[in-house]
T-cell receptor, first 110, second 114 residues
Framework: SQQGEEDPQALSIQEGENATMNCSYK?????LQWYRQNSGRGLVHLIL?????REKHSGRLRVTLDTSKKSSSLLITASRAADTASYFC??????????FGTGTSLTVIP | SQTIHQWPATLVQPVGSPLSLECTVE??????LYWYRQAAGRGLQLLFY??????ISSEVPQNLSASRPQDRQFILSSKKLLLSDSGFYLC?????????????FGDGTRLSIL
């Protein structure tokens, strides 16, 4: 797998349900970020979680980080149709590298 | 507040033609600037980044080049486009290095090569 890889690749839920997407990475990190991309638009930064943090909240977003499993999850509670987008995790890596994953495509059905 | 402008939104160019995409940032000074390319259904590939005027680092060797003639202006160029240059090009800026700081993206340029 690549440094940042999201799972699932695609997710379809009903409005009001919670959406959970996961990110796995290979090497040790200092920070992990989540971004959202609406179709045909640029990415929007959602949240940054540091390696010494285990959980972070921002509105309806909850991000967890498990450095022992090299994974992170993004939970969107009470989803809305406007949450339909692709979600990417991004991680730093040794050698001053930085990688975006290939994304999870979320569809929220009204 | 800070804003980023990227143009044009879409561009159709013949193979072998030149390219110039422009990106400008307002409301901040000495930003880190980035050019990415995104293939359909894929993640982002960093092409160039700049930490200051005239300072350009290239991540992927190819027929593209970048320049930063002013503090908040970043230009992506090519002398002769290839079919493989088709894609979605995104400009972004950050206050600090992108590994520790949020990046703020423009709305992208959809480039189609015929």
């Amino acid at each position: 797998s690549q440094q940042g890889e999201e799972d699932p690749q695609a997710l379809s839920i009903q409005e009001g349900e919670n959406a959970t997407m996961n990110c796995s990475y290979k090497t040790s990190i200092n920070n992990l970020q989540w971004y959202r991309q609406n179709s045909g638009r640029g990415l929007v930064h959602l949240i940054l979680i540091r390696s010494n943090e285990r959980e972070k909240h921002s509105g309806r977003l909850r991000v967890t980080l498990d450095t022992s499993k090299k994974s992170s999850s993004l939970l969107i509670t009470a989803s809305r149709a406007a949450d339909t987008a692709s979600y990417f995790c991004a991680t730093d890596a040794p050698g001053n590298q930085f990688y975006f994953g290939t994304g999870t495509s979320l569809t929220v059905i009204p | 507040s800070q804003t980023i402008h990227q143009w044009p939104a879409t561009l159709v160019q013949p193979v072998g033609s030149p390219l110039s995409l422009e990106c400008t940032v307002e409301g901040t000074s000495n930003p880190n600037l980035y050019w990415y390319r995104q293939a359909a259904g894929r993640g982002l590939q960093l092409l160039f980044y700049s930490v200051g005027i005239g300072q350009i680092s290239s991540e992927v060797p190819q027929n593209l080049s970048a320049s930063r003639p002013q503090d908040r202006q970043f230009i992506l160029s090519s002398k002769k486009l290839l079919l493989s240059d088709s894609g979605f090009y995104l400009c972004a800026w950050s206050v600090e290095d992108r590994r520790v700081s949020a990046q703020h993206f423009g709305d992208g340029t959809r480039l189609s090569i015929l």
